[in-house]
């Protein structure tokens, strides 16, 4: 999944014209706390509802000399995962999306992120989950794609989590069936060692609940 298949397009960007209040009024009607900032049919950046505090006079008008805007977009082409890194990483509600050129778009929401969560983890296949221990320079999603696919399995999705406590990577592999005994014995033969699975519908029920607690946390909702 695609920036340019989950960008908004009637997020209407700051411009040279725009006052703080007209800003403030817009953050408060689409419920975000950021906007981005087009001037002179040129992308500067973001601008946060908590830099317009500087101006006590709301009537002021906004220009790139009078703010340091935060300089974070993403291109059409970049992957949702990169995505959510910029959107963790500098505590956005949206995000603007450019052309390869620099043209500005639209922006992606965290709502619509969230909303695109169960397609991350393809939550809504029927299949198993295998969870992974691996060493960082053991991981390889050729050699576990290629493990799945000996035991006549396939790999629907898979996604890897780095703790900063734990020297080994969390991989979560999502597979298109629960017949997973041969797989596990597989990983067992390559080294790779199988934290735990989920077969049963309740279960899956709980992982998939964690998982996107995790989640929403990750996003700092």
Known sequence: MLAKDLVAYFIPPVTETDSVKQILDRMTELKISHLPVVMNAAYQGIIAESDLGVFPDQEVIINSKSIEFINVSVIEDQHIYEVIDLVSRYNLTLIPVLSATGEYKGSITLPVLVRNFSSLTAAGEPGAILVLNI????????????????????????????????????????????????????????????????LANSQLDDFYRSRYEEFMKYMNI
């Open 135 to 198: 060493a960082p320079q053991d991981y390889s999603p050729n050699i576990i794609s290629r493990i799945i696919e000996e035991n006549n399995a396939k790999m629907i999705s898979l996604y890897m989590i780095q703790d900063p406590n734990n020297p080994e990577l969390t991989v979560t592999i999502k597979i298109n069936t629960q017949e997973t005994s041969s797989i596990i014995r597989s990983f067992d033969r390559y080294g790779y060692s199988v934290k735990s699975y989920f």
